[in-house]
């Protein structure tokens, strides 16, 4: 249930509200949105009566939430959530794109990546320290000494990194070094990393499950801002079909659907959905047509030898080249993108 206040609502009134939800035995959530405040419930096992709220002073309505998600859902929060990591909104006009390796292979690789990326303006570095492989005889990720690396390359550049936890037991060093913590496909229904990370005080990028539907995506969600942290951007990265020529089938349908039922951001991540090099382009200009709040793409200097997905990882050159097709779109779509400055403006359109 959602109880939206009056305009005119004063403080007092907010609070006899949620001491009486506390009362009930349930959890008030305070939503403030554009025109007025909202309480939302969460913690009820079957519908609670209106009649509990309706007649209290400052309560202009009890509307009963008929989704599954609460916290993540729009009938909660009609406005879309824009995060902000260090001043940057992920999930405004602003189209958020988020590139680098695989996995970090080694210091000079990161670092020139950082360098590369900075150079076109973009703010976000993806790298993994900790892989999770489906052999276990591939290469797992340089783990802490790739955090290492991670960090330097912020101090260096100034981007800000986006790294997966894949353990709990990592989290605390691994949101030590990330701006924002990445859950993984396979990750996305471990519900104890979960709510670890909805108490880790970073912003959460939460992958798409390889077979798992939208609404166990936005459930995966709601344990995440259930924890008490709503900073949370939603990865569409392909998902399982009968389909063997692509890697995965990238699930475009997803980005309206998801936009319409809940606020959080929406990041496409090319790479996995196709998982071949030059789909990726095609695929990214795809995601943005159709709405999504920006792209996490694989970028390599020399995919051949790249030590995870160098078959899905396009060159920086070629990054460049869609970055310009990128700006052109996001015009048609009253977006726009993260360049720094019209002097790399220039230089990326020129190329
Ligand atoms: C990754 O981003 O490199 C990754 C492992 O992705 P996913 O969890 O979507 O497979
Ligand atoms: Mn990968």
């Known amino acids: 249930m959602l109880i939206a206040m009056k305009t005119t609502a004063t403080r007092e009134q907010i ?7 506390f009362s009930l035995g349930y959890t008030p959530h305070v939503i403030g949105g554009a025109q007025r405040i909202a309480i939302g419930i969460t913690g009820n096992q079957g519908k609670i009566d209106p009649s509990h709220f309706i ?32 001043g940057n909104l992920i999930g405004g006009r602003e189209l958020t794109i988020i590139a680098g390796p695989c996995s970090v292979e080694n210091r000079e690789q990161i670092i020139e ?16 320290a900790f892989k999770p492989r489906t052999s276990p005889y591939s290469f797992q990720g340089l783990k802490e000494e790739g955090l290492v690396y991670l960090e330097e390359a912020r101090s260096k550049t100034g981007i800000h990194i986006i790294t997966e936890v894949r353990s709990e037991e990592t989290l605390p060093i691994v949101a030590e070094v990330a701006d924002i913590i990445q859950i993984g496909a396979r990750n996305m229904q471990n519900f ?19 077979s798992a539907t939208i609404e166990e995506l936005l459930m ?50 090319p790479s996995h959905g196709i998982g ?15 709405g999504a709040d920006g792209l996490m793409i694989e970028v390599h200097s020399n995919p051949e030898s790249a030590l995870s997905d160098g078959y899905q990882s396009i060159k920086p050159e070629r990054l460049k080249n869609l970055l310009k097709k990128i700006g052109l779109l996001a015009d048609i779509m009253n977006r726009s993108v993260n360049l720094q400055t019209n002097e790399v403006n220039e230089k990326i359109y020129t190329t």
């Open 113 to 128: 990546m950082a360098d590369i990326l900075t150079s076109l303006g973009i703010k976000y570095l993806r790298g993994g």
């Open 15 to 21: 609070e006899a509200v949620k001491e009486k939800i």
């Open 192 to 210: 104890a990393l979960l709510e670890a990370v909805g108490g880790a005080g970073k912003p959460v990028l939460l992958k798409r499950g390889n």
């Open 220 to 269: 995966a969600a709601e344990y995440i801002a259930h924890q008490g942290n709503p900073h949370i951007i939603l990865c569409e990265r392909g998902i399982r079909t009968f389909e063997t020529y692509t890697r995965n089938t990238l699930d475009l349908n997803a980005i309206p659907v998801i936009k319409k039922l809940s606020h959080l951001p929406v990041i496409v991540d």
């Open 55 to 86: 007649s209290m002073g400052g309560v202009a309505e009890a509307i009963s939430v008929s989704k599954p998600f609460k916290l993540v859902g729009r009938e909660f929060k009609p406005d879309d959530t824009e995060i902000s990591v260090n």
């Open 276 to 290: 071949i090099w030059d789909g990726v382009p095609p695929m990214s200009m795809a995601a943005i047509a159709a």
